[in-house]
T-cell receptor, first 108, second 115 residues
Framework: QKEVEQNSGPLSVPEGAIASLNCTYS??????FFWYRQYSGKSPELIMS????GDKEDGRFTAQLNKASQYVSLLIRDSQPSDSATYLC????????FGTGTRLLVSP | DVKVTQSSRYLVKRTGEKVFLECVQD?????MFWYRQDPGLGLRLIYF???????EKGDIPEGYSVSREKKERFSLILESASTNQTSMYLC??????????????FGNGTRLTVT
């Protein structure tokens, strides 16, 4: 059984700061990792996917994967109040296993 | 853009009723999934399907069944609704990519309350 651990938060950062969200997992076989954003009352939407060790950047978002240490992180640069949401880490092969999410609060 | 449509946004049902949650996707995706989401427990997989008429149990299938008669439609059935099935239900779909991995696309969710 794969397990995905996230700190539930809330993680509070001021506007313009870097938000760092972390996720650890127990399954050494998983090859695909995803970050989803979920606004309150809405369904999750994909932000980033990462398959290889290292960093992957997309705009203000950077996903970092370290398979040896079994963690994946998401950095949000220049955080905006509109980034306030719950961020879900997920991994797996088509059938994804999700963490419980980290709530991010960005204050103006 | 992929569109995954869940037939109801909110449902209120009574204990013991048979409940149908419908999900349709318009992108010819092979794979479809039903999750439920509860505070503190995250998203948990109930059932999934890799093809028409095919179904596989997820992590919490007890009290649920599914039907996939057509590729675009995946139905979740609560045979006899109970109060502990009060939850947000999320349908998702994905294609089978070249690497076998493809992100999930979610519907808007159905918030079911069983009284």
């Amino acid at each position: 059984q794969k397990e995905v651990e996230q700190n539930s938060g809330p993680l509070s950062v001021p506007e313009g700061a870097i938000a760092s969200l972390n996720c650890t997992y127990s399954d050494r076989v998983s090859q695909s990792f995803f970050w989803y954003r979920q606004y309150s009352g809405k369904s999750p939407e994909l932000i980033m996917s990462i398959y290889s060790n290292g960093d992957k950047e997309d705009g203000r978002f950077t996903a970092q994967l370290n398979k040896a240490s079994q963690y994946v992180s998401l950095l949000i640069r220049d955080s905006q109040p509109s980034d306030s949401a719950t961020y879900l880490c997920a991994l797996g092969f088509q059938k994804l296993v999700f963490g419980t999410g980290t709530r991010l609060l960005v204050s103006p | 853009d992929v569109k995954v449509t869940q037939s109801s946004r909110y449902l209120v049902k009574r204990t013991g009723e048979k409940v149908f949650l419908e999900c349709v996707q318009d992108m010819d995706h092979e794979n479809m999934f039903w999750y439920r989401q509860d505070p503190g427990l995250g998203l948990r997989l109930i059932y999934f399907s890799y093809d028409v008429k095919m179904k596989e149990k997820g992590d919490i299938p007890e009290g649920y069944s599914v039907s996939r008669e057509k590729k675009e439609r995946f139905s979740l059935i609560l045979e006899s609704a109970s109060t502990n099935q009060t939850s947000m239900y999320l349908c998702a779909s994905t294609r089978t990519g070249e690497s076998g991995d493809s992100p999930l696309h979610f519907g808007n969710g159905t918030r079911l309350t069983v009284t």
